[in-house]
């Protein structure tokens, strides 16, 4: 194994043995037991669907009595345990989908109240924190207000003090995204529910999941979530599913979401689905598994930087709700290096250096490692850091926890031959 690494992956034996050393001080036993829990939860709705061949049949134009797309809705709504799911290959991320649900239940008049911070970066035009005349919710006449983390922990003070009878919905971001804090659990979800319907019961609270599907084995559906949404490019679409979203909640609530995206009146009835629903269903049955080699990916990577004198998030020890590993590499050059190493580790375009840009959404640039199957999919291994302090790279995804910890020594490689460490 040594050898073979180090001659054909050009990585220095103090790498790999230091890679060894590190594998030999965690255990994935946790991980493992989530992913059994999660494949027959899901391997359960599949045989109570009554999967068959026939759901991998095609549709086109109006897409009427497509069994297939009725199925899969029932199977993601059934192991979310939400009352109904709306999963399309046309919804194109996960920013559509939580924009979808932000426009089905809000209307001119009604206030939306971010209680974990500002939300995710290209939802900022969404709700109209920034941009104007665009449709933005502000633009619709939209009051928006925010909850921000103190030291990156949920202020219930604030929450209740800001949340009263004229908030129409809360929106809770599960997974750290792009900020250097803990993500959330399912307990964490479902004490913020409480504390906000204490106040008002009538408050829709809406989850984005982007990232934390499969991670433990409860969604935030079963911790009091009233709709959530996520994309298919990650977890839920298992490294399999080209493109896609999905939204899953209280059956009305999923309806006005589906009238947002197709026709008011039309619904979750119509839409063809061009051959796209035995993909999604085989990516939803590899979902527990993909997630796992991910989780396990990002736990290698959190200890390896760890052990090197860099402050991780969360920490090798920490109980994970995501994908997502950050790394604070206090350095524009620590970041750059990490990515393009990650990069190195792809089994798509592992030949090409990434470099950072003016990303369309972001306020700063950005840089990306990703070298996928599937366009900016980011269950497959990937990294991403805004170039700005304290200089964070966010790595997630690995389709096989064996390739990702290619990446992962690539990553370590890359910043020993830039002398940003001794190994
Ligand atoms: C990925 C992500 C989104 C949405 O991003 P898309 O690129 O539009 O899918 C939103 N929130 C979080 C926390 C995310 O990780």
Redesign the pocket.
């Known amino acids: 194994m040594k050898q073979y690494i180090t001659q054909n992956f050009n990585i220095s034996p103090s790498v790999f043995d230091f890679g060894e050393e590190v594998l030999k001080s965690i255990d994935f036993k946790i991980i493992d037991d989530i992913a059994r829990y999660n494949q027959l939860k899901v391997l359960k709705a599949f045989q109570n669907n009554r999967v068959s061949d026939v759901h991998f049949n095609s549709t086109t134009g109006y897409g009427y009595d497509d069994a297939g797309r009725e199925v899969i809705d029932n199977i993601y709504a059934e192991v979310f345990g939400a009352e109904d799911a709306l999963v399309r290959h046309n919804i194109?991320?996960?920013?559509?989908?939580?924009s979808l649900c932000l426009f089905a239940v809000l209307r001119p008049g009604d206030t939306l109240v971010a209680v974990t911070g500002k939300?995710?970066d290209?939802?900022e035009e969404v709700i109209g924190i920034c941009g104007e005349n665009n449709g933005s919710l502000k633009d619709f006449g939209v009051n928006y207000k925010q909850v921000d983390l103190i030291d990156g922990k949920v202020d219930y003070n604030k929450i209740m003090s800001t949340i009263d009878k004229s908030t129409k919905a809360v929106i809770i971001?599960?997974?750290?995204?792009?900020s250097f804090r803990p993500s959330l659990s399912c307990d964490d979800i479902k004490k913020i529910i409480e504390t906000v319907k204490g106040i008002n019961p009538d408050t829709i609270c809406i989850v984005?999941n982007?990232?934390g599907e499969f991670a433990e084995k409860i969604e935030p559906t079963q911790a009091g979530v009233d709709l959530m949404a996520?994309?298919l490019?990650?977890n839920p679409g298992g490294g399999l599913v080209s493109t896609g979203?999905y939204i899953a909640g209280k059956k009305e609530y999923v309806e006005l979401a589906s009238y947002k995206l197709n026709s008011v009146g039309l619904g979750k009835h119509v839409g063809a689905t061009l051959g796209m629903n035995k993909e999604i269903l085989q990516g939803f049955f590899m979902a527990p598994i993909t997630v796992a080699n991910s989780i396990k990916t990002a736990k290698f990577c959190g200890a390896i930087y760890e052990k090197l004198g860099f402050t991780v998030s969360p920490s090798s020890d920490d109980m994970r709700t995501?994908i997502?590993q950050a790394i604070k590499f206090g350095t524009e050059e620590g970041v750059v290096k990490f990515c393009q190493g990650i990069q190195q580790g792809a089994p798509v375009d592992s030949f090409v250096t990434p470099e950072p840009w003016d990303m369309p959404g972001y306020s700063h640039q950005v840089i990306m490692a990703a070298g996928a199957f599937n366009q900016?999919s980011?269950i497959e291994l990937s990294a991403d850091g805004p170039i700005t302090e304290p200089y964070i790279a966010y790595m997630q995804g690995g389709l096989t926890f064996e390739s990702g910890y290619l990446g992962v020594l690539k990553s370590v490689q890359k910043l020993k031959d830039s002398k940003l460490i001794n190994l």
Not at 92 to 98: C, P, Q
Not at 173 to 178: A, D
């Open positions: 194109i991320n996960g920013t559509h989908a939580i939300p995710y290209t939802l971001q599960k997974s750290k995204g792009y984005d982007c990232y996520g994309s490019i990650k979203g995501d997502i900016g980011s």
